[in-house]
Nanobody, 112 residues
């Protein structure tokens, strides 16, 4: 079973940027970034296929960019123009269907 480790989160002011990384222990195919805010259900943020096609939630279009490095089995999420409502724990997993267990995620907090 592929293990997923997310990193790169932190505290940032509104309008700031962060880059998240998701390192997989094995070969990955279509992958996505998800987030879960306190008291809310987990939601998909962005997805990328093995061929590089991307999809984004409407709430992050134009601000977030998902990318991948197949040689490193790593998926990235570049987040720009961050808003307080982006505050959540961010996870990566298979896309559009998650596989196996979820990692610990990485906390992103957008606050002044």
């Amino acid at each position: 079973q592929v293990q997923l480790v997310e990193s790169g989160g932190g505290l940032v002011q509104p309008g700031g940027s962060l880059r998240l990384s998701c390192a997989a222990s094995g070969t990955i195919f279509s992958m996505g970034w998800y987030r879960q805010a306190p008291g809310k259900q987990r939601e998909v943020v962005a997805g990328i296929t093995s061929g590089g096609s991307t999809n984004y939630a409407n709430s992050v279009k134009g601000r977030f960019t998902i990318s991948r490095d197949n040689a490193k089995n790593t998926v990235y999420l570049q987040m720009n123009s961050l808003k307080p409502e982006d505050t959540a724990v961010y996870y990566c997993n298979g896309y559009p269907i998650a596989f196996g267990s979820w990692g610990q995620g990485t906390q992103v907090t957008v606050s002044s």
